[in-house]
């Protein structure tokens, strides 16, 4: 497996135009949100005949985020534990749609078309595939791509692929 430095660096290769890094930053915490809102909506929790209290929590999201979290600790403990905030804080979203009585799966649904739809005008504008039809792991590298950059816009010399 590649690491992380050589991850990211194949991606920012796809990632160099501004307007795509833009669209890109707004787009993938909206990707990574609706995704995992989408995949809350299959629970098999139930199915498995776990108690209601425990149930809801068991869906395709949170199988998928170990299995997203046994990845990121592989590239480094750090990238683990920003992915792990990550997913907390979409949860605390979907929890909340969900308590507000918004239809869940539909809102997903609307964001994530959106998103990638910008996503793709994105790499219209760059002139470049996506970075995922070379290969589909690159789906769990663009939210350390939003992440280097923050860290970088907030002046941390220690970005996220030095573990």
């Known amino acids: 497996m590649r690491s992380q430095s050589e991850f990211l660096a194949a991606y920012s290769r796809d990632h ?6 833009l669209i890109h930053m707004i787009c993938v915490p909206v990707i ?20 209601l209290e425990v149930a809801e929590y068991v869906n395709v999201a949170t199988v998928g985020g170990l299995l997203a979290f046994g990845f990121y600790l592989k590239l ?9 905030g ?10 909340a749609l969900g308590g507000a009585g918004w239809l869940l799966a539909a809102v997903c649904a609307g964001l994530w078309i959106a998103a990638w739809a ?3 005008y994105g790499h219209e504008v760059e002139s470049a595939k996506p ?7 690159f789906l769990l590298i663009g939210p350390l ?19």
């Not at 160099?16 to 890094?21: A, E, G, I, R, V």
């Not at 480094?76 to 792990?84: E, F, G, Y």
């Not at 970075?131 to 792991?137: K, Q, R, T």
């Open 16 to 21: 160099q135009h501004p307007t795509n890094q």
């Open 76 to 84: 480094s403990v750090r990238s683990a534990l920003v992915m792990t």
């Open 86 to 95: 990550w997913f907390a804080l979409s949860v605390v979203g979907i929890l």
């Open 145 to 163: 791509f939003v992440m280097e950059k923050v860290y970088r816009a907030l002046g941390n010399r220690r970005v996220s692929h030095q573990a």
């Open 118 to 120: 910008l996503q793709f």
């Open 32 to 51: 990574v949100f609706s995704t995992l809102g989408l995949l809350w909506c299959l629970q098999i929790g139930r199915w498995l005949g776990l108690p």
């Open 131 to 137: 970075s995922f039809a070379e290969d589909l792991v």
